[in-house]
Antibody, heavy 123, light 110 residues
């Protein structure tokens, strides 16, 4: 059974930093691209960042480029996102999501999601 | 402002058939397949339909998807109270080189 468990959320001041983790199990972690998708309170879903399962290529939404860094530790089956220079508009539940294949591209949609971790950016 | 456009709400009574639309453009729905996700209250999204009209194992055949041109639809027949949830469409966007979502449709079972 595929399981994705996020952690690391919390309250942080504007300009602060936070690192989220996503522990994966139930599948061969190295064989799949992974993403972070967020959902602001009462809003829809927004893709944030992705990392391929092969060469570790990374991808970012314009809204977080230069501030967020996605990474993965294949030895620990864990996905991370380092979030710096946080803004109020980054307040959201952050989900990690598994793609159906190795790369991040058309056709490789999200098939499993974690339960999410809440990040609140406020003074 | 979401790239894909969905109605914010939909409703129906038990047993009815309801449809939820998702409108895009040639760079997303027009050239790529559409997926649908169901998000029950307080839970993570769950894959409901992939590749326009395919159901993952375990999804009841009451749920069906279709696509025509730059629009897609999710149909739910024999509506049940447990179908009350938010529904999101998603597609790859060739211009953005990213997955994009609709704003979500809140389905209420009256």
């Amino acid at each position: 059974e595929v399981q994705l468990l996020e952690s690391g959320g919390g309250l942080v001041q504007p300009g602060g930093s936070l690192r989220l983790s996503c522990a994966a199990s139930g599948f061969t972690f190295t064989s799949y691209a992974m993403s972070w998708v967020r959902q602001a309170p009462g809003k829809g879903l927004e893709w944030v960042s992705a990392i391929s399962g092969s060469d570790g290529s990374t991808y970012y939404a314009d809204s977080v480029k230069g501030r967020f860094t996605i990474s993965r530790d294949n030895s620990k089956n864990t996905l991370y996102v380092q979030m710096n220079s946080l803004r109020a508009e980054d307040t959201a539940v952050y989900y990690c999501a598994k793609h159906i294949g190795l790369i991040w591209s058309r056709g490789y949609y999200f098939d499993y999601w974690g339960q999410g971790t809440l990040v609140t950016v406020s003074s | 402002q979401s790239v894909l456009t969905q109605p914010p709400s939909a409703s129906g009574t038990p047993g009815q058939r309801v449809t939820i639309s998702c409108s895009g453009s040639s760079s997303n729905i027009g050239g790529n397949t559409v997926n649908w996700y169901q998000q029950l209250p307080g839970t993570a999204p769950k894959l409901l339909i992939y590749s326009n009209n395919q159901r993952p194992s375990g999804v009841p055949d009451r749920f069906s998807g279709s696509k025509s041109g730059t629009s897609a639809s999710l149909a739910i027949s024999g509506l049940q109270s447990e179908d009350e949830a938010d529904y999101y469409c998603a597609a790859w966007d060739d211009s953005l080189n990213a997955w994009v979502f609709g704003g979500g449709t809140k389905l209420t079972v009256l």
